[in-house]
């Protein structure tokens, strides 16, 4: 397992565990349960995901220590003040913990104040002990300039939509400078990695290295310093995800891979997203 080293010298495990749309009950638990028992440590969940209650059970009964585990959580909205505090409280219950490793903002609000003020209340939870690290997902360049002009600690990753359609380099560049880690979600691009100019590349780059291209894909994110955290309910698929740690990529099959950007989403663009009203 690869680690990288956070802006407050906090270690991460670069590979993990999404759980995005992975249903809350049996299926949630035996996901989680599964994972753990074959190596994964990192497991990335959301308030709005609804599976932390599942997630914190099949944690506790794995038996690994809590020191040993990287969980990621996020706030669902902006909310205020009252309703941030429930919010984590109950995140914190549901997983079954007393901290957790990365809290995120989920999503940007298209008011900076609101966004300063959320942050305001993480930089709380991280002084307190909370948080062993705070962060960001969605946010654009722009929102983390806005932020920053307000934080008084600069979030430590930024999760985003992030696959060989659309490799972020731009924002890749700005984080690396401001030493913010950059972790990928969607890496398999709701299923386009598989088909027609993508697999036209990553296909054969797979069979010479006799492997899937969902392996390739994770291989070439955790190459390029991203923190990579595939979802799977599927055992098999689940191990294979794992696997794609140890591969090596050559510089050329980098570069082939790198040039299939297109700028090309397939979740919502955060400056036109619905989410993120201020709820009293
Ligand atoms: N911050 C945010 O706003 C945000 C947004 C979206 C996602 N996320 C996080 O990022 C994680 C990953 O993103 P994602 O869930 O959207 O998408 P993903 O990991 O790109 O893809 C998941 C889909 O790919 C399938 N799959 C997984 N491994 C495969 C393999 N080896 N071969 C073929 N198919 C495979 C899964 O099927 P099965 O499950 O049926 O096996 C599932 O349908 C999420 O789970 C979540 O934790 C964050």
Partial sequence: MKYMTLNNGVKMPQFGLGTFLVESGEIAYETVKYALEIGYRHIDTAQMYKNEASIGQAIKDSGIQRKDLWITTKQARHMNLVHMEKAF??????LQTDYVDLYLIHWPNHDEEINAATWAYFEKLYHEGKCRAIGISNFQIHMIDDLLKHAHV???VNQVELHPGLSQ?????YLDKMQIAIESYGPLMKGGVFMDRYADVL???AKAHDKSIAQIVIAWGLQRGIIMIPKSITPQRIKENYEAQDIKLSADEMTQINALNRGNR???DPDNSPWG????
């Avoid at 409280?89 to 549901?94: I, M, P, T």
């Avoid at 380099?169 to 560049?173: A, V, Y």
């Avoid at 009203?277 to 009293?280: E, L, M, V």
């Fill in 277 to 280: 009203a201020y709820i009293d």
């Fill in 169 to 173: 380099e731009p924002l890749k560049k």
């Fill in 266 to 268: 397939v979740y919502t």
């Fill in 154 to 156: 600069v979030p430590m």
């Fill in 89 to 94: 409280l109950e995140s914190l219950d549901k």
């Fill in 203 to 205: 296909a054969p780059i």
